[in-house]
T-cell receptor
Framework: AQSVTQLGSHVSVSEGALVLLRCNYS??????LFWYVQYPNQGLQLLLK??????LVKGINGFEAEFKKSETSFHLTKPSAHMSDAAEYFC???????????FGTGTKLQVIP | NAGVTQTPKFRVLKTGQSMTLLCAQD?????MYWYRQDPGMGLRLIHY???????AKGEVPDGYNVSRLKKQNFLLGLESAAPSQTSVYFC?????????????FGPGTRLTVL
C-alpha cells in the first residue's frame, strides 16, 4: 500500500520569502511522485513529477522538489513566493500499474504582502 | 482541445434523489477516474476505468456506480443521494502509453445533498 503525508495543512509566507511544503511518502515499490496545485474553484494541475533519474526536479512557476529516498521525502520549494502562488498544493504517489494515484490531504499556501 | 470537461458544474439534491455526473475527455486517454474532494481529506478515488467497458472500485466506492460505455465518457451515478455525499467531484484521465504521464483533471462538480 502507498500513502502520502503532508505536514501542515496551512502554511503562510511573506511575499519574496522561501516556500517549503513538506511531503513524506510510503511505497512498497520505487515510487512515482507528483506535486499538483489547485487554484480556487478549479481542478488540479501538475506542477512537477519525479519518475526516475535526477532527484532534483524542476517544475512550472519556479517550483522544484527533491526526491530523497533515505528520508522518503519529496518536499516542494520555491526560492521567492509570489502572490499568485496562493493555492492548495497536493503531494501524490502513484503505483506503477493503472497509474492509481494516492493524494495527500493538501497544504494551503497563503502569501502575505 | 477542451481536455476534460464535467457536467454539471453545480447541483443541489434532496436526500434520496438520484443523479448522474458526466465526464468527457478528448485526449483519447484509456484511463479515467472519479475522485471526491472533502476538506482536510485530499482527493479520494471512488471508481476508475482502464478502458471502454471496464470499471473498478477505488477507495470509497459505496453509494456510487459508474459506466464507461464509450472511451471518451465516464459517468458517475448516485442512486439514492445522502448528505454524506455532499462534496466536490473531480474526473481525471490519463494515457496508458507512458506510465509516467500525469492525470489531467476536469474543473469539478460541486454537489450538495440536503
Amino acid at each position: 500500500a502507498q500513502s502520502v503525508t503532508q505536514l501542515g495543512s496551512h502554511v503562510s509566507v511573506s511575499e519574496g520569502a522561501l516556500v517549503l511544503l513538506r511531503c513524506n511518502y510510503s511505497s512498497s515499490v520505487p515510487p512515482y511522485l507528483f506535486w499538483y496545485v489547485q487554484y480556487p474553484n478549479q481542478g488540479l494541475q501538475l506542477l512537477l513529477k519525479y519518475t526516475t533519474g535526477a532527484t532534483l526536479v524542476k517544475g512550472i512557476n519556479g517550483f522544484e522538489a527533491e526526491f530523497k529516498k533515505s528520508e522518503t521525502s519529496f518536499h516542494l520549494t520555491k526560492p521567492s513566493a509570489h502572490m499568485s502562488d496562493a493555492a492548495e498544493y497536493f503531494c501524490a504517489v502513484s503505483d506503477r500499474r493503472y497509474q492509481k494515484v494516492t493524494f495527500g490531504t493538501g497544504t494551503k499556501l497563503q502569501v502575505i504582502p | 482541445n477542451a481536455g476534460v470537461t464535467q457536467t454539471p458544474k453545480f447541483r443541489v439534491l434532496k436526500t434520496g434523489q438520484s443523479m448522474t455526473l458526466l465526464c468527457a475527455q478528448d485526449m483519447n486517454h484509456e484511463y479515467m477516474y472519479w475522485y471526491r474532494q472533502d476538506p482536510g481529506m485530499g482527493l479520494r478515488l471512488i471508481h476508475y476505468s482502464v478502458g471502454e467497458g471496464t470499471t473498478a472500485k477505488g477507495e470509497v466506492p459505496d453509494g456510487y456506480n459508474v459506466s464507461r460505455l464509450k472511451k471518451q465518457n465516464f459517468l458517475l451515478g448516485l442512486e439514492s443521494a445522502a448528505p454524506s455525499q455532499t462534496s466536490v467531484y473531480f474526473c481525471a484521465s490519463s494515457s496508458h502509453v507512458n506510465p509516467y504521464n500525469e492525470q489531467f483533471f476536469g474543473p469539478g462538480t460541486r454537489l450538495t445533498v440536503l
